[in-house]
């Protein structure tokens, strides 16, 4: 099996809950990345290559396929398994850094715990998706669902952090309380690899956290 120190480029991923911030945070830091000179690929899951494009349509704008939750964790991991093969890993191979909203720490999230897939067999799925490739860093961005709520709804929103509503938006905080859970539970299992960063504290401050666990990756 292939591992992250298997190719020289480094991985990044961010996760959170939708409108935890993530869009905020990797536009803070490629702008940094761009001042110090530093080359990058900035990427996204799902949607990162054209069968993603066409798989995000189909995950998120196609409400009556009425898609299975099993149905729906294949086709998330449809979308990373081209995007590893023909994008994330000829990347890294080539020595770019690579940086991913969202990786297969959200299937484990959002498919494995939330909608009950199981986490293990999400895991599985996963590890084949992406050769048996992890993210380097993954950056966790940490909010209550509550806030998220908060955040999302157009007539509270005043942070400019969420444009277009996405396939969970509609589901119940129960629902996003079981994500959260779930990123926090795989948090804890790999706290090597994955940080989780307070997500309800302004942008600066939480791009210098960052920063901080970027630059020894350099
Ligand atoms: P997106 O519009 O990219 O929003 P966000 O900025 O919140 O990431 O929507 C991606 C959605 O897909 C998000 O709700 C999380 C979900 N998702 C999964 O359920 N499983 C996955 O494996 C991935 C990558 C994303």
């Not at 908060?150 to 996405?166: E, T």
Request: proline share 5%.
């Amino acid at each position: 099996m292939n591992t992250s120190s298997a190719s020289t480029g480094k991985l990044i991923s961010f996760e959170g809950l939708d409108g935890a911030g993530k869009t905020t945070q990797i536009e803070l830091l490629t702008r940094w990345l761009d001042k110090r000179g530093v080359a990058y690929l900035n990427t996204r899951e799902p949607g990162g290559t054209p069968l993603g494009v066409e798989l995000r349509h189909l995950l998120f704008e196609r409400d009556e396929l009425n898609i299975t939750p099993l149905a729906e964790a294949f086709l998330f991991q449809a979308d990373r398994a081209q995007h590893f093969s023909t994008l994330v890993l000829p990347a890294l191979e080539a020595g770019t850094l690579v940086i991913t909203d969202r990786c297969f720490d959200a299937s484990i999230a959002y498919q494995g715990f939330a909608r009950n897939v199981g986490p293990e067999l999400v895991a599985k799925l996963s590890l084949i998706a992406t050769q048996g490739h992890i993210p380097d860093l993954t950056i966790l961005l940490d909010l209550n669902p509550e806030v998220v709520s908060r955040r999302i709804d157009p007539a509270n929103d005043q942070s400019g952090l969420r444009a277009a509503p996405s396939r969970f938006d509609s589901e119940s905080e129960v629902f996003h309380q079981r994500v959260r859970q779930g990123f926090r539970l795989i948090a804890r299992a790999h706290p090597a690899r994955i940080k989780v960063l307070e997500a309800a504290r302004t942008a600066a401050e939480i791009h210098r956290e960052i920063v901080g666990l970027v630059e020894p990756l350099l």
